[in-house]
């Protein structure tokens, strides 16, 4: 037996794999998510805005009016198991879950942001949380994608601000002047599918888009794996 299936059978023995949704026991280590809670993920479906992609809009109208993206799409609600399996990659490094979210973004995604053919450029990182986490969940989801749709990367984008944590902070916060700061590493492609975990209020995907628009790339999108209702 390889030496690398021995420790697999070994660490399978001494830490049995779980759902990374709803931590059930797994029969196999590859399976990720378990049956129960792939059905139960929270898909969008029926009519949704193409500038932000609601299925529904508040009495204040589109929030993404006057966005630096052209339209934004994500296959599932920010809700359940989805939420559940974006904290499992982004605060536990469960990195083998974005190869499923690119599977699961990739057998959706609509014809109009396939073609032309886009380069996929993935949201930044603060370089904090870069750092603390080891990671980039953002990096991670596009080369996933990259790897299935032949899409070119273009890891072209930075942050240079010093913003905390967006968790808990409303859209006027999230939308402050300066609390993002993204810059532009080189000159960007023409079209563009900027790349995130979660859509919440645009504020961030906003951000990007309007650093490339400013770099010359002429359409930018946000595709996302799940986006917040």
Avoid: N
């Amino acid at each position: 037996m390889p030496r690398s299936a021995a420790i697999a059978e070994l660490l399978a023995v001494f830490a049995p794999p779980t759902c990374a949704a709803c931590a059930e026991p797994l029969p196999r280590a590859e399976i990720l998510v378990c049956g129960a809670c792939l059905r139960e993920l929270p898909w969008l479906q029926g009519w949704r805005c193409p500038r932000c992609a609601l299925p529904r809009h508040s009495s204040r109208g589109c929030p993404a009016r006057g966005a630096a993206f052209t339209t934004a799409w994500a296959p599932l609600a920010y809700d359940g198991t989805a939420r559940s399996l974006v904290a499992a990659l982004k605060f536990r490094g469960a990195l083998a879950l974005a190869e499923l979210m690119a599977a699961q973004i990739t057998a959706h995604l609509p014809a109009h942001l396939r073609s032309p053919t886009p380069a996929l450029v993935p949201v930044p990182p603060h370089p904090v949380r870069r750092r603390r986490r080891g990671f980039d969940p953002a990096a991670a989801l596009t080369a996933a994608l990259a790897s299935r749709t032949g899409m070119a990367q273009a890891a072209i984008l930075r942050r240079r601000d010093r913003a905390s944590r967006q968790v808990g902070l409303g859209r006027a916060q999230r939308r402050r002047p300066g609390r993002l700061i993204v810059e532009a590493t080189s000159a960007p492609p023409a079209r563009v599918l900027l790349i995130d975990d979660v859509h919440t209020t645009g504020a961030t995907l906003d951000a990007c888009a309007r650093e490339l628009v400013a770099a010359g790339c002429r359409e930018v999108a946000g595709v996302t794996y799940a986006r917040a209702l």
